[in-house]
C-alpha cells in the first residue's frame, strides 16, 4: 500500500494531517567576511529599512573549512549531504505576536531517496520550528507528490493534533539556486500561509487565524531529530531567514540583511553566525560544510 502524497510532509509537522484544500500543488490548497552585510529587504510594499548588526553565541559554532572561490568569490553556502542538520537553540526572538514570514535561498542537489514509482512520497526539511511540548510549529520542505520522483517545494503549519494547513509548489529542479519563502498572516482575512517560490505566490492555505506566538521549538535546518534522519536534506541553502511580516512579501534577500523586521539572517558568511542578535547554529553530527559559492546571483 502506497504512502499518501501527504504523508511524508506529515512528518515535517510531526502529525498526520489532510490538506485542507485537496489541491493539487499551485491550485490552492569563500573566505570569511568580518563585517555583516545589512539592507533593506525585498517586498512587494518595497518596504526599507534601517539595519543593525550583531550576534550572540548561544551554542558551539560549526568550523568554516571554505576559502574564496574563483574570481575571489566571498559568498558562502551551507552544504548538506543528506545525514546532517543544522539547529539554533529556542530565543524569544523567535517568537512572533501575529504575522511572520521564513525562507532561504535553494539549491537542491539530486535525492537518491526521490524516486518515481517507488510507493514512497520522500520528503526533504528545510527550515523547521516545531515543538512537541507545545504541539505547534511550522516546516518548510521538499516532497514529492504523487510518487513522481520530483522536489516540489512546501510549507507546513501545525497547531494541535486536529489543525492543519499547507500550501504546495511546481517542482523545482536540481542544481539550481531557487528562492524559497512563505508568510504566515493570523492578523488579515482570507488564506493565512502563503508559498512564494522566486517571488511568486503558488499556493495559499486557510489556517484557522491560529496563534502561533510563543513556543519552544528549536529552529532546525537540512534535518530534524524525529524520524531517524529521513527527511535530511542534500543540497545548499544560503539566506535563511525570520521576519516580522506585516502583508509584504518577504522574499530571501542576497545577502540576507539584518533590518527592524528580520529576527534571524544567516548568510553563512560568517559560518553560523546570525547577522541579528540570534542563537549561533550548530552543525550536527557536523559534516556539513560552509563552501564557497559564485553561482547565487
Known sequence: MRLSPLAPFALLAAGCFVDATGGAPGEGGGTTSSTASTGSFTSSDSASSSSTAGATSTSTTATSSSSSGA?????????FDGDDRAFAPYDVTYDFADDFAFGAWVRPAADPKFV???LVDSTSTLIRRMSAIDDKGYSMGLVEFFDDGLLHPAVSVRVGNTLLCTAFGEPVPADVWVRISATYLRSGLGDDLTLFVDGSAVDASECGDSDLAT?????????????GGVTAFRGDLDDVFLARSSGAVVEPA?????????VAAF????????????PMLTV????????????LP
Do not use: I, M
Open 284 to 295: 550536527n553530527p557536523g559534516t556539513a560544510t560552509y563552501a564557497a559559492d559564485c553561482e
Open 116 to 118: 518515481a514509482g517507488d
Open 254 to 262: 542576497h545577502p540576507v540583511p539584518c533590518s527592524v523586521d528580520y
Open 215 to 227: 513556543f519552544t521549538g528549536e529552529l532546525e535546518l537540512g534535518n530534524t531529530t524525529e524520524f
Open 71 to 79: 574570481g575571489g568569490c566571498d559568498n558562502q553556502v551551507l552544504r
Open 267 to 278: 548568510p553563512f558568511d560568517l559560518g553560523g553566525t546570525s547577522v541579528c542578535p540570534a
